[in-house]
Structures are given as structure tokens and as C-alpha cells.
């Protein structure tokens, strides 16, 4: 489970800028990620991770969970590291619970 940073558009398309994602897998051309943040404006969509400094990240950090997001290789920008054993943990539950639904398997998730 690696953390990058990358190019990312907000969720209205009004620009676009280089934060934090976890890669979670390769699906054709493209990488399944979640968005990383140190935003907590929307609970219990949100999971902190338990060590963000592991990954070079300079304060508490969490991880949007309620949805996966699609980018092309183009988007990663440089490796930040590895996660911590028990964010990965959590970065694989996440992936299992989205896996388990219709829109994953249509691959109808956010593509930036």
C-alpha cells in the first residue's frame, strides 16, 4: 500500500490540486486510489490514519473512504512511502467493502 502524491480535481471540477492518495490497485490503464486529507469536514465518511508521519505527511490525516477514485499514471506526481502496517489493514478493508458493490464492478467510480 503506497501513498503518492498526486494531481486531483475537487469534487466540483473547479480546479484541481496535488494531494495525498493511497493506491489501492491497478485496473487496466488506470489506479484505483482514496483521497487522503487533513480535512474533517464530512464524519463518518472519514478514517484517520493511525501513523501519517510513516508516510510523510506533516500532520493528522484521514482517509475518504465513502468512495474510490480512478487516475491515469500521468496524475502521480512522486511516492511519499509505505503505509504503516495497520493503515494498510484498513486500506484493504476498504477496498474489500467497495469491491463487494455493483459500481465498482462497472468500474463507475470518480475517474480524474
Not at 8 to 18: E, I, T
Not at 89 to 111: G, I, P, S
Request: one cysteine or more; aromatic letters at 10%.
Amino acid at each position: 500500500m503506497e501513498v503518492w502524491n498526486a494531481n486531483l480535481y475537487f469534487d466540483d471540477m473547479s480546479g484541481a490540486k496535488n494531494r495525498p492518495v493511497i493506491v489501492l490497485e491497478k485496473r487496466d490503464d488506470e489506479f484505483t486510489v482514496l483521497m487522503v486529507t487533513s480535512s474533517e469536514r464530512m464524519p463518518g465518511r472519514m478514517v484517520k490514519l493511525d501513523d501519517p508521519y510513516e508516510v510523510m505527511l506533516d500532520k493528522t490525516s484521514s482517509v475518504r473512504v465513502d468512495r474510490l477514485f480512478r487516475i491515469p499514471q500521468s496524475k502521480f506526481n512522486y511516492k511519499l512511502g509505505d503505509l504503516c502496517e495497520s493503515d494498510a489493514d484498513m486500506a484493504v478493508r476498504v477496498l474489500n467493502e467497495h469491491k463487494a458493490t455493483k459500481a465498482y464492478r462497472r468500474k463507475a467510480y470518480r475517474r480524474f
